[in-house]
């Protein structure tokens, strides 16, 4: 069943086997595993319920339903857009389907580091065949790629540089180009689409508009979580809900998992919990073609470039971290963007049709910090390393660069004061740079709650354990050690189905 708290009494209790708090990719593949396990499940979600037949592609309303702040979060500096999903279904239900595996040179790092037993190599590797499995995971077939698409890959070509097509996971899309507004044809296959029927047949319970407050803990064993109710707009309302449960899964997001750790004083003797935020900040250029590019129409981000990705470090091939693709945005989001005001902004949307827009976003070494703010809020600092700075300084020149490949005319870089060049000649020097004026957005939070077995190293283990408590475990791309440099919603897909997995086990059901 599948509830509003705002339509719940006023104070209300439930008693499972797990509760999950969040709902998105890791939530609910966790929610899934523990109720293929026979277990009683309630799942919260501080977002709201959103089928497809409510998706209007209208920016307006759908922004403040399926995104955090209503696509409005940034750091606590506000020089940093943090883009993140709320909703049944999480950021899944406005992302771009890419389905990405981690860098096996990433996973044996790990493996290696931290250490991460119960989570070995070739364990991510069956967790992956596994998702792509569930998900229909497959390549996007390059008569589907837009023009946009295409020209990047041309470019890619004529340049030498690495690329390849993407996978994603649609099934019957018609190409309408507004992924990141929810798809109303239903074509995402989507934690909400793919694991949550299956969760709730199975006996599953969901509470919406349900924001969890607190973990409360007895005897240094988690055993509930108290709930509030939240609109729309993240005001707390005045339905509260208790849930006692055998275990505790924190799927919150790795900003709202770390700050409902830290708003309930959990134990972490590494107390690294909120503090090494991993984000993979990027910088965008735009570039205006002299025919239309409709970059809006048809199937977002169905190329990428990994010339500038390279996890190895040494030899005569120093690593690089930059993964560059398309982006674009619809109407709005590409008007708050982009730079200038007035007549030149005005000059610039009126060519929105003939835009086309790169992204370079960094595997990033800098870190940042996550802390409760108040009952229910976020608050979020991240610093950009100086390796950091110099990698996104040499992003903008290698955007400018690809788009002139393209075809482009002109090249627009967001700088505080616009910079248009039509050659690439003409780009100016860029050392003086600070990439933080570039209005960089993320799109990809993650580490804040590093596994390792090793207590000193990390607050949760590699089976999604916290060293603080009994009983209470995480679920979700909180867990990554590291930035991982690419999308990540294919790992957190596996994590939570490995937690909860772990969980069924821990708590008897040995065959989970």
Same mark, same amino acid.
């Not at 969040?22 to 109720?35: E, P």
């Not at 698409?149 to 649609?170: E, P, Q, V």
């Not at 508009?209 to 005001?235: F, K, L, N, P, W």
């Not at 909180?478 to 772990?502: E, K, N, T, W």
């Given at each position: 069943?599948?509830?509003?708290?705002?339509?719940?009494?006023?104070?209300?209790?439930?008693?499972?086997?797990?509760?999950?708090?969040?709902?998105?990719?890791?939530?609910?593949?966790?929610?899934?595993?523990?109720?293929?396990?026979?277990?009683?499940?309630?799942?919260?979600?501080?977002?709201?319920?959103?089928?497809?037949?409510?998706?209007?592609?209208?920016?307006?309303?759908?922004?403040?339903?399926?995104?955090?702040?209503?696509?409005?979060?940034?750091?606590?500096?506000?020089?940093?857009?943090?883009?993140?999903?709320?909703?049944?279904?999480?950021? $899944?239900?406005?992302?771009?389907?890419?389905?990405?595996?981690?860098?096996?040179?990433?996973?044996?790092?790990?493996?290696?580091?931290?250490?991460?037993?119960?989570?070995?190599?070739?364990?991510?590797?069956?967790?992956?065949?596994?998702?792509?499995?569930?998900?229909?995971?497959?390549?996007?077939?390059?008569?589907?790629?837009?023009?946009?698409?295409?020209?990047?890959?041309?470019?890619?070509?004529?340049?030498?540089?690495?690329?390849?097509?993407?996978?994603?996971?649609?099934?019957?899309?018609?190409?309408?180009?507004?992924?990141?507004?929810?798809?109303?044809?239903?074509?995402?296959?989507?934690?909400?689409?793919?694991?949550?029927?299956?969760?709730?047949?199975?006996?599953?319970?969901?509470?919406?508009?349900?924001?969890?407050?607190?973990?409360?803990?007895?005897?240094?064993?988690?055993?509930?979580?108290?709930?509030?109710?939240?609109?729309?707009?993240?005001?707390?309302?005045?339905?509260?809900?208790?849930?006692?449960?055998?275990?505790?899964?924190?799927?919150?997001?790795?900003?709202?998992?770390?700050?409902?750790?830290?708003?309930?004083?959990?134990?972490?003797?590494?107390?690294?919990?909120?503090?090494?935020?991993?984000?993979?900040?990027?910088?965008?250029?735009?570039?205006?073609?002299?025919?239309?590019?409709?970059?809006?129409?048809?199937?977002?981000?169905?190329?990428?470039?990994?010339?500038?990705?390279?996890?190895?470090?040494?030899?005569?091939?120093?690593?690089?971290?930059?993964?560059?693709?398309?982006?674009?945005?619809?109407?709005?989001?590409?008007?708050?963007?982009?730079?200038?005001?007035?007549?030149?902004?005005?000059?610039?949307?009126?060519?929105?049709?003939?835009?086309?827009?790169?992204?370079?976003?960094?595997?990033?070494?800098?870190?940042?910090?996550?802390?409760?703010?108040?009952?229910?809020?976020?608050?979020?600092?991240?610093?950009?390393?100086?390796?950091?700075?110099?990698?996104?300084?040499?992003?903008?020149?290698?955007?400018?660069?690809?788009?002139?490949?393209?075809?482009?005319?002109?090249?627009?870089?967001?700088?505080?004061?616009?910079?248009?060049?039509?050659?690439?000649?003409?780009?100016?020097?860029?050392?003086?740079?600070?990439?933080?004026?570039?209005?960089?957005?993320?799109?990809?939070?993650?580490? $804040?709650?590093?596994?390792?077995?090793?207590?000193?190293?990390?607050?949760?283990?590699?089976?999604?354990?916290?060293?603080?408590?009994?009983?209470?475990?995480?679920?979700?791309?909180?867990?990554?050690?590291?930035?991982?440099?690419?999308?990540?919603?294919?790992?957190?897909?596996?994590?939570?189905?490995?937690?909860?997995?772990?969980?069924?086990?821990?708590?008897?059901?040995?065959?989970?």
């Amino acid at each position: 069943m599948i509830y509003d708290l705002r339509e719940l009494p006023r104070l209300s209790t439930l008693r499972a086997d797990a509760c999950v708090v969040g709902a998105g990719a890791g939530g609910l593949a966790a929610a899934h595993a523990l109720s293929f396990a026979g277990l009683r499940v309630v799942v919260v979600e501080h977002g709201a319920f959103v089928p497809p037949d409510a998706m209007n592609q209208r920016e307006a309303d759908m922004l403040p339903l399926l995104y955090a702040d209503a696509a409005g979060r940034t750091a606590r500096d506000r020089r940093i857009r943090i883009h993140q999903g709320k909703g049944v279904g999480g950021s $899944t239900l406005h992302n771009l389907n890419l389905c990405k595996r981690i860098d096996p040179a990433i996973l044996a790092r790990w493996h290696r580091e931290r250490p991460l037993a119960q989570l070995d190599p070739p364990t991510w590797e069956r967790l992956f065949d596994e998702v792509e499995g569930l998900l229909g995971v497959t390549d996007v077939d390059p008569a589907l790629w837009n023009r946009h698409n295409r020209l990047f890959a041309d470019a890619c070509r004529s340049l030498g540089w690495r690329w390849s097509g993407l996978r994603h996971n649609r099934a019957g899309c018609v190409g309408s180009g507004y992924c990141e507004l929810g798809c109303a044809f239903d074509a995402k296959n989507n934690a909400a689409k793919v694991l949550l029927p299956d969760a709730v047949d199975r006996g599953a319970i969901v509470v919406h508009h349900a924001h969890a407050t607190e973990i409360v803990a007895a005897g240094g064993r988690a055993v509930a979580v108290e709930v509030r109710s939240v609109d729309d707009r993240a005001d707390l309302g005045d339905r509260h809900l208790r849930v006692d449960a055998g275990a505790i899964v924190i799927a919150a997001s790795a900003t709202g998992t770390a700050a409902l750790l830290r708003r309930s004083d959990v134990p972490d003797p590494s107390r690294l919990t909120g503090r090494q935020l991993a984000i993979h900040p990027a910088v965008v250029a735009a570039g205006e073609f002299a025919e239309p590019v409709h970059a809006w129409r048809g199937i977002p981000q169905t190329v990428e470039c990994t010339e500038f990705l390279r996890e190895e470090e040494g030899g005569d091939r120093p690593a690089r971290r930059l993964w560059i693709v398309p982006a674009f945005g619809h109407p709005v989001g590409t008007a708050t963007m982009m730079p200038g005001h007035g007549a030149v902004h005005r000059a610039f949307m009126a060519r929105y049709a003939h835009l086309g827009v790169l992204c370079a976003m960094l595997h990033d070494h800098g870190r940042g910090g996550v802390e409760a703010q108040g009952p229910a809020g976020v608050a979020i600092d991240y610093a950009l390393s100086g390796d950091d700075r110099r990698e996104l300084r040499a992003g903008v020149g290698l955007l400018a660069r690809a788009l002139f490949a393209a075809g482009a005319r002109r090249v627009w870089l967001p700088l505080p004061e616009p910079l248009a060049v039509d050659r690439l000649a003409d780009l100016r020097d860029l050392t003086a740079l600070d990439p933080a004026d570039l209005g960089l957005t993320a799109v990809h939070p993650m580490a $804040t709650c590093p596994m390792s077995d090793d207590p000193a190293r990390g607050p949760v283990d590699s089976s999604g354990r916290h060293h603080g408590w009994a009983g209470l475990w995480v679920a979700d791309g909180s867990l990554y050690p590291s930035s991982i440099g690419g999308p990540p919603q294919l790992g957190i897909y596996a994590l939570g189905l490995h937690v909860g997995r772990s969980v069924a086990r821990a708590l008897g059901r040995a065959g989970a």
